[in-house]
Nanobody, 125 residues
Framework: QAQLVESGGGLVQAGDSLSLSCADS????????RAWFRQAPGKEREFVAA????????RYADSVKGRFTISGDRAKNTIGLQMNSLIPEDTAVYFC??????????????????WGQGTQVTVSS
């Protein structure tokens, strides 16, 4: 079972960059997809980015495309999220997630089996 821990959140100004990391200390040989989601106060959890653990295919939400980059290190069982040109609308708790087995809906939070505890990202204007 995957065990996910995020790190790297903080308070930054608009236009700044921030890098998040998610370490998986569990032992799950069947991981198919890893992803980042975020949840702002009073809003539903939304998809940010995903990376296939099978073929490295990456997907991004339109709102972060061109600004955020997801990365994966299979040897270390970690994923990262490089966030550039941050805007106040990026303020949220960021969660990493993992899914065992294949899925046709990698942007759907309900498809993911394991979640981290979240890390706060705050972007001031």
């Amino acid at each position: 079972q995957a065990q996910l821990v995020e790190s790297g959140g903080g308070l930054v100004q608009a236009g700044d960059s921030l890098s998040l990391s998610c370490a998986d200390s569990g032992r799950s040989p069947s991981i198919y997809m890893r992803a980042w989601f975020r949840q702002a106060p009073g809003k539903e959890r939304e998809f940010v980015a995903a990376i296939s653990w099978i073929d490295d295919t990456r997907r991004y939400a339109d709102s972060v495309k061109g600004r955020f980059t997801i990365s994966g290190d299979r040897a270390k069982n970690t994923i990262g999220l490089q966030m550039n040109s941050l805007i106040p609308e990026d303020t949220a708790v960021y969660f990493c997630a993992a899914r065992n087995w294949s899925t046709m809906k990698p942007t759907d939070a309900n498809e993911y089996d394991v979640w981290g505890q979240g890390t706060q990202v705050t972007v001031s204007s």
